[in-house]
């Protein structure tokens, strides 16, 4: 099979997917298409909403169609790292045991992952990047493909810890979940408060996700595109010769390498989405303010004066 015709399969299999999401989760299009689309591109997600917008729901839903497990994981002040990761045990014949903890799942979400300490935080940065977790100087390798996806409530700050720009760092995408609009908090409200069964297909499996993850990188781009990306990254960094004026008024720091390898790959795998066989500069556009939003970090003047991370990536544009 060429990689063109699988292109063109997984594309009707994908919208497939995004009618199976659709008898649960109403509205929300662009949220789902950039969560799988982080999952097709192998990243993962920091979802930033207030509660009750079903963010739970949506990744199990989600986990579901796929054909992958799903684990949730509540993140509280007093969680301890063999909480996620598992511990060793002293099993009946004395000898030790590890029991697996949440983090060795398909799709973890990290729910409120800013209210456990750094030491816990800490504990799923080798996961997220490596694949793996090591307890006790024994490295174990996560089940695959694997996905992380951490919420954070934007409104309530009292009694967290931020997280620190090295684990921001390792989200593909942060993105901002919206409440719905008037019809369709109606609709939700029809659908979730009568008796209704919905039946989910099994649309994808994690074979065929894998597979779809190592036809994504197999998708050439052009050098234009490359560079146009990485050039939009090298802009937010201030005090140097590409940086606009807006940039070295209002940001402390800038983007890094990584931010210009995920928005390559973010952009593949959104050009694939629409039908098309290698991303142009629209693409890679249409992904970068998701890239974008966490590692811009803006000084005190930009918070003084009320310029937000969306209108400094705009100007990238």
Same mark, same amino acid.
């Given at each position: 099979?060429?990689?063109?015709?699988?292109?063109?399969?997984?594309?009707?299999?994908?919208?497939?997917?995004?009618?199976?999401?659709?008898?649960?989760?109403?509205?929300?299009?662009?949220?789902?298409?950039?969560?799988?689309?982080?999952?097709?591109?192998?990243?993962?997600?920091?979802?930033?909403?207030?509660?009750?917008?079903?963010? =739970?729901?949506?990744?199990?839903? +989600?986990?579901? =169609?796929?054909?992958?497990? %799903? #684990?949730?994981?509540?993140?509280?002040?007093?969680?301890?790292?063999?909480?996620?990761?598992?511990?060793?045990?002293?099993?009946?014949?004395?000898?030790?045991?590890?029991?697996?903890?949440?983090?060795?799942?398909?799709?973890?979400?990290?729910?409120?992952?800013?209210?456990?300490?750094?030491?816990?935080?800490?504990?799923?940065?080798?996961?997220?990047?490596?694949?793996?977790?090591?307890?006790?100087?024994?490295?174990?390798?996560?089940?695959?493909?694997?996905?992380?996806?951490? =919420?954070?409530?934007?409104?309530?700050?009292?009694?967290?810890?931020?997280?620190?720009?090295?684990?921001?760092?390792?989200?593909?995408?942060?993105? $901002?979940?919206?409440?719905?609009?008037?019809?369709?908090?109606?609709?939700?409200?029809?659908?979730?408060?009568?008796?209704?069964?919905?039946?989910?297909?099994?649309?994808?499996?994690?074979?065929?996700?894998?597979? %779809?993850?190592?036809?994504?990188? #197999?998708?050439?781009?052009?050098? $234009?595109?490359?560079?146009?990306?990485?050039?939009? +990254?090298?802009? =937010?960094?201030? $005090?140097?010769?590409?940086?606009?004026?807006?940039?070295?008024?209002?940001?402390?720091?800038?983007?890094?390498?990584?931010?210009?390898?995920?928005?390559?790959?973010?952009? #593949?795998?959104?050009?694939?989405?629409?039908?098309?066989?290698?991303?142009?500069?629209?693409?890679?556009?249409?992904?970068?303010?998701?890239?974008?939003?966490?590692?811009?970090?803006? $000084?005190?003047?930009?918070?003084?004066?009320?310029?937000?991370?969306?209108?400094?990536?705009?100007?990238?544009?």
């Amino acid at each position: 099979m060429s990689e063109v015709t699988a292109i063109d399969n997984y594309v009707k299999t994908y919208k497939q997917l995004k009618k199976e999401i659709a008898k649960i989760i109403i509205g929300q299009d662009a949220v789902i298409e950039q969560i799988l689309i982080s999952i097709f591109s192998g990243g993962h997600v920091l979802l930033i909403g207030v509660p009750g917008l079903a963010k =739970t729901l949506m990744v199990d839903t +989600i986990a579901k =169609t796929l054909g992958l497990d %799903f #684990k949730r994981i509540q993140f509280t002040p007093d969680l301890m790292p063999s909480d996620i990761l598992g511990s060793e045990i002293l099993d009946k014949d004395r000898q030790f045991k590890f029991i697996k903890g949440p983090v060795f799942s398909n799709i973890v979400l990290a729910d409120e992952i800013n209210r456990t300490p750094p030491k816990t935080q800490a504990a799923l940065l080798e996961a997220m990047q490596e694949r793996s977790v090591t307890v006790a100087g024994h490295r174990y390798e996560l089940h695959q493909p694997y996905f992380v996806l951490a =919420t954070q409530n934007p409104i309530e700050q009292e009694g967290t810890y931020p997280l620190p720009e090295a684990q921001l760092d390792r989200f593909m995408f942060a993105i $901002n979940l919206e409440y719905p609009s008037f019809s369709e908090e109606v609709e939700v409200v029809k659908q979730t408060t009568a008796e209704k069964n919905t039946t989910l297909n099994v649309v994808f499996d994690g074979k065929e996700v894998l597979e %779809f993850q190592h036809l994504i990188r #197999k998708i050439p781009v052009a050098d $234009n595109v490359v560079e146009y990306a990485v050039g939009m +990254i090298s802009k =937010t960094r201030p $005090n140097t010769n590409r940086t606009s004026e807006l940039i070295s008024q209002y940001v402390d720091w800038g983007a890094g390498p990584r931010a210009s390898q995920n928005l390559i790959l973010a952009a #593949k795998t959104h050009a694939v989405l629409h039908g098309k066989y290698t991303p142009d500069i629209e693409n890679v556009q249409a992904v970068a303010t998701s890239v974008l939003r966490h590692r811009i970090i803006k $000084n005190y003047k930009a918070a003084a004066e009320g310029i937000s991370i969306e209108k400094i990536i705009e100007s990238l544009f």
